[in-house]
C-alpha cells in the first residue's frame, strides 16, 4: 500500500518537483573506424512529481543511474531541469545556497588540509573569523567522535573517519537541509550501523522542533533507507522516474535502538514489500540495470 505523505493544512512544502525530466545529450563517440558518431539523448528522469515538508527525512532508493544524484544536485542548483519546475522554499534553486549542506559517498576531503581545516572549510566560506571557526570545528569533531583526530591528514584517518570528518564538515554551519549522496555507502558494515546512529541523534536531537534539518538521504540500501527515514522514494531506471512513495511509521527517536529495529515485524515487511518493487521492477527490465 502506498501512502500519500499529508502536509499540514495552509503549509506549503519546502521542497517541490513538479513534472521534472531530465535529458543529457552524450557526445558522440568515435566508431572503430575512426568515423564520429552522432551524440545521443539519454532521458536521465521522466515526470518526477515530489513535495516535501521541511523537517522531513526522505530517503531515495533506486538502482544505479536512476537519477537519484541527478535530483541532489538540481536541489544544490547545479542541474537545471530540462522540463517541469524545481522550487526550493519558494525559489528556484540557485548556487551558492548557504541552508545546504552537501554531503558525498566517498570523502572528498582535501589531503593538504587537517581534519580541523576541512571541517573549517564551509565556516570560511560563509566568513566565519578564525577563532569562531576553530572552536565550531573542534565542537563538531568531538560530536562525531574524533576528538584528538583534529590535526591528521585524509592518509592518517581510516574511512570511517574519513566519513565522520565530513559530516562534521556538513554539519558544522548549522545548514537547514541536507543533501547526502550515499554517505555511508564505502563502510563496512559494523561502521556503518555506528554512523548511521550518530548521525540519526544529532538529527533527532531536535524532534519535533523547527530547528530539525530536512534531509535528502540517498542510498542503494534499502535497509538503511527504512531504518533512517520518515519516508521512502523508490526510483527505477530507464529512465528515471518513481515507483513508490512510502511513509515509515516506526516510531522515533530511533538512534539508540538501530539494531533491534532491524528484527521488528515491520521494519522486516516494510523492507521486504519495498525489495519486491525494487526486484520486481528489475525482473521487468533485466539487462538494462547495472547496480
Ligand atoms: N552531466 C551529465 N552529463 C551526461 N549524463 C549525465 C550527467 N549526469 C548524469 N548523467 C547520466 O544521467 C543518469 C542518472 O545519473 P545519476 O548520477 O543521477 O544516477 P544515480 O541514480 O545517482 O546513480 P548511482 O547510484 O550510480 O550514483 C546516468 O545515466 C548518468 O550517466
Ligand atoms: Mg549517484
Not at 513538479?18 to 558522440?28: E, T, Y
Request: glycine share 8%; charged share 25%; hydrophobic share 40%.
Amino acid at each position: 500500500m502506498t501512502v500519500e505523505p499529508t502536509a499540514a493544512p495552509g503549509t506549503s512544502p519546502l521542497i517541490s518537483f513538479k513534472d521534472v525530466s531530465q535529458v543529457f545529450r552524450l557526445q558522440g563517440q568515435r566508431a572503430a573506424n575512426g568515423s564520429a558518431t552522432g551524440s545521443r539523448e539519454l532521458m536521465a528522469l521522466q515526470g518526477i512529481d515530489i513535495e516535501i515538508q521541511a523537517g522531513q527525512f526522505v530517503a531515495l532508493v533506486g538502482a544505479s543511474g536512476c537519477g537519484k544524484t541527478t535530483l541532489l544536485n538540481m536541489l544544490a542548483g547545479l542541474v537545471a531541469p530540462t522540463r517541469g519546475e524545481v522550487s526550493l522554499a519558494g525559489r528556484t534553486p540557485e548556487l551558492p545556497n548557504m541552508d545546504i549542506g552537501y554531503m558525498f559517498a566517498r570523502d572528498a576531503l582535501l589531503p593538504w588540509r587537517s581534519a580541523r581545516k576541512n571541517v573549517e572549510l564551509p565556516l570560511e566560506t560563509r566568513g566565519w573569523d578564525r577563532k569562531k571557526r576553530e572552536d565550531r570545528a573542534r565542537e563538531m569533531l568531538d560530536l562525531v567522535g574524533l576528538k584528538g583526530r583534529e590535526s591528521q591528514y585524509r592518509l592518517q584517518l581510516s574511512q570511517g573517519m574519513r566519513q565522520r570528518v565530513a559530516l562534521a564538515r556538513t554539519l558544522a554551519a548549522d545548514p537547514s537541509i541536507l543533501l547526502m549522496d550515499e554517505p555511508f555507502a564505502a563502510l563496512d558494515a559494523r561502521t556503518k550501523l555506528t554512523l548511521q546512529a550518530e548521525f540519526l541523534r544529532i538529527w533527532e536531537q531536535h524532534q519535533g522542533s523547527d530547528k530539525r534539518k530536512t534531509v535528502i538521504f540517498v542510498t542503494h540500501d534499502l535497509q538503511e533507507a527504512v531504518l533512517l527515514a520518515d519516508r521512502v522514494i523508490v526510483m527505477l531506471p530507464n529512465p528515471g522516474r518513481i515507483a513508490e512513495d512510502r511513509v515509515i511509521d516506526l516510531p522515533r527517536p530511533r538512534a539508540e535502538h538501530l539494531s533491534e529495529i532491524q528484527f521488528t515485524d515491520e521494519f522486516k515487511r516494510t523492507t521486504h514489500d519495498l525489495f519486491e518493487r525494487l526486484e520486481g521492477a528489475i525482473g521487468d527490465r533485466a539487462g538494462q540495470v547495472a547496480s
